[in-house]
Antibody, heavy 113, light 107 residues
Framework: EVQLVESGGGLVQPGGSLRLSCAASGFTVSSNYMSWVRQAPGKGLEWVSV???????YYADSVKGRFTISRDNSKNTLYLQMNSLRAEDTAVYYC???????WGKGTTVTVSS | DIQMTQSPSSLSASVGDRVTITCRAS??????LNWYQQKPGKAPKLLIY???SLQSGVPSRFSGSGSGTDFTLTISSLQPEDFATYYC?????????FGQGTKVEIK
């Protein structure tokens, strides 16, 4: 079964860090382009970052310089390292892959003091 | 960045109704347009890719059309399970921006 499972969300203070993980099964992360998308409470979807099969990475302006997308091919897992977190980063974070046809259930990040 | 504008933002419809949602891009995106359905507390689900191609497993009552800057998602006969929020997304260039969403509610 093709599946993505996110983990690593939680409550963090402003300025803090979190690393989100997205474990894939049924397909190979390194052979596909993988994305992170977030959704603030009561808001719409916001594209955050992508890593292509060749390893190129791109970020939304709102997270550039603070977030880093990466993958571990041996673990078939995607990551999002989030530093210098702000209140406006509070959201459910989804990973998506394989041309956006596979999505995880999401993990919640809350940035608050 | 390419801006995606959906209309309407919300609509009320009855089971069996034909529903049309439009999405307009701020510049031409050829056919690089996806449509998603999202239900409360759930992840988005891909319905249509490349503007008009139906994702595997999606009912045929869903269809997409358009190219360039103007796109349409049509539900030919609304079913109870179709009440949800629908988003368009351009995959023409980065960032892959989403529309603001259209909430389809029960009349």
């Amino acid at each position: 079964e093709v599946q993505l499972v996110e983990s690593g969300g939680g409550l963090v203070q402003p300025g803090g860090s979190l690393r989100l993980s997205c474990a894939a099964s049924g397909f190979t992360v390194s052979s596909n382009y993988m994305s992170w998308v977030r959704q603030a409470p009561g808001k719409g979807l916001e594209w955050v970052s992508v890593i292509y099969s060749g390893g190129s990475t791109y970020y939304a302006d709102s997270v550039k310089g603070r977030f880093t997308i990466s993958r571990d091919n041996s673990k078939n897992t995607l990551y999002l390292q989030m530093n210098s977190l702000r209140a406006e980063d509070t959201a459910v974070y989804y990973c998506a892959g394989r041309y956006m046809d596979v999505w995880g259930k999401g993990t919640t990040v809350t940035v608050s003091s | 960045d390419i801006q995606m504008t959906q209309s309407p933002s919300s609509l009320s419809a009855s089971v069996g109704d034909r529903v049309t949602i439009t999405c307009r891009a701020s510049q031409s995106i050829s056919s690089y347009l996806n449509w998603y359905q999202q239900k409360p507390g759930k992840a988005p689900k891909l319905l249509i890719y490349a503007a008009s191609s139906l994702q595997s497993g999606v009912p045929s009552r869903f269809s997409g059309s358009g190219s360039g800057t103007d796109f349409t998602l049509t539900i030919s006969s609304l079913q109870p399970e179709d009440f949800a929020t629908y988003y368009c997304q351009q995959s023409y260039n980065l960032p892959n921006t989403f529309g603001q969403g259209t909430k389809v509610e029960i009349k």
